[in-house]
């Protein structure tokens, strides 16, 4: 299982605020899947989209995304056939709001990780709406854990052992939550860090998660995790 990157050059043939981006960034990637039956219906299924993206690099210090102006973005998924479908559909690509330039596609090396901590926020969706309203930090543990070994499951057709440390510590990097425009509604995130177990399996889901992204919403934008090496 490898986790592959694709870096792709877009520009803006229209301004917004950084609120809309991951809307905007989310809705040019859906639109390249319809482009074929096969990624349409992967679009369409209701599970697992095993891809996730950041938002545009770099960032404004306004706040304000500029039209005409190049940015980047990074697109991870742990599915080949699905790497090289962007690397091949996203150039020239254009949806309402941007059109692609020039990408690279590259494998992350798995090494031995130190931390994996989020770029954007990670979401945990309730009933009864952001979790820290009626949830513990070891139960929004527990969630985000078992959500990352459903995916893993789910992707390699296996039942692994759950009994394992994930992680040794985790930060949460935001005092507030992170407001994340989805659907005319705002659902709520938050940043985290953690520092990796070295336990085997610890080490092979979190490598995982750089390709899939951590909580929900990953297809949305949510969840994009960034590392550091030993």
């Not at 949830?135 to 078992?146: A, C, G, N, T």
């Amino acid at each position: 299982m490898l986790v592959f990157e694709y870096k792709l050059r877009v520009r803006l043939l229209k301004s917004f605020e950084y609120v809309k981006a991951s809307e905007a960034v989310s809705y040019f990637l859906d639109s390249a899947l319809g482009k074929e039956e096969d990624f349409l219906k992967l679009h369409e299924r209701r599970e697992y989209k095993y891809y996730t993206m950041d938002s545009f690099y770099p960032c404004e210090k306004d706040g304000i995304y500029k039209q005409g102006k190049i940015y980047a973005i990074r697109i991870r998924t742990v599915k080949q056939e699905l790497a090289e479908y962007f690397s091949r559909m996203l150039i020239h690509h254009t949806s309402g709001e941007m059109e692609g330039l020039t990408g690279e596609l590259r494998i992350i090396p798995k090494k031995q990780l130190e931390r994996v901590y989020s770029l954007t926020p990670v979401i945990i969706k309730t009933e009864k709406g952001y979790w820290r309203e009626h949830m513990s930090v070891p139960e929004f543990e527990d969630r985000i854990k078992i959500n990352l070994i459903k995916k893993y499951n789910q992707f390699n057709h296996t039942k692994i052992e759950e009994n394992f440390q994930l992680y040794n510590l985790i930060e949460f990097k935001n005092k507030v939550p992170v407001k994340v425009p989805y659907k005319n509604i705002t659902l709520l995130g938050d940043k985290i860090n953690l520092i990796a177990s070295n336990d085997p399996m610890a080490q092979e889901l979190l490598y995982f998660s750089l390709g899939t992204g951590f909580g929900e919403n990953n297809g949305r934008g949510a969840g994009f995790m960034n590392y550091q090496y030993i």
